[in-house]
């Protein structure tokens, strides 16, 4: 994702831009939600874990890979670990958090779609919904946190002046 808006002051975005901030913002937090939700259901699914530890497994697994693609450009940038950390934390623990709870609920509510084996089409299907749907309810809170200079707002600001 390219981040090539240039709007110092959030406050002031026009509703498109804001919608355009948001937009990247949930897609970005989407892929590293996605990546740990995908491997942890994935392990969990394959060595056999019951449906709540794989749950628990996916959804650490998304909080880890979805803080480090925020904090990897940061860090690359030259800022150190614990500053990079906390910009991550305060830009996506809202976002990760709703996806978390959406996805996995979807998932439970799918019949069979926690029992599914991973070569099942089942499994993949009711993943690839319950992930849309999580980005779809997330957009909202990202827009909310962009326009009040919060969230992706502040990692947003260290990709312009950083």
């Known amino acids: ?14 509703p498109a831009d804001l919608n ?3 937009r990247s913002a949930t897609i970005h937090c989407l ?7 995908v491997l942890g259901m994935v ?5 056999g874990l019951s449906n709540i530890a794989t749950i ?11 803080y480090s693609l925020t904090m990897r450009p940061l860090l690359k940038s030259g800022m150190p670990l614990g500053q990079a950390a906390k910009l991550a934390l305060a830009a996506d623990t809202a976002s990760i958090t709703i996806m978390e709870i959406v996805d996995n609920l979807i ?3 799918i019949p069979g779609a926690m029992d599914a084996h991973l070569s099942s089409p089942r ?4 993943l690839a919904v319950a992930l849309a749907i999580a980005g779809v309810a997330a957009f909202p809170v990202n827009r909310w946190l962009i326009k009040r200079g919060r969230g992706h707002a502040l990692v947003h600001s260290h990709h312009n002046h950083g």
Do not use: K, R, Y
């Not at 499994?123 to 009711?126: D, N």
């Open 123 to 126: 499994f993949w299907i009711s």
């Open 56 to 66: 628990i497994l996916a959804v650490i697994l998304a909080f880890i890979f979805g």
């Open 20 to 22: 355009a901030l948001a």
């Open 43 to 47: 392990i969990g699914t394959a060595i």
């Open 1 to 14: 994702m390219s981040h090539q808006h240039h709007h110092p002051d959030h406050e002031a975005a026009e």
């Open 31 to 37: 892929i590293g939600c996605g990546i740990g939700e």
């Open 107 to 109: 998932m439970l509510i």
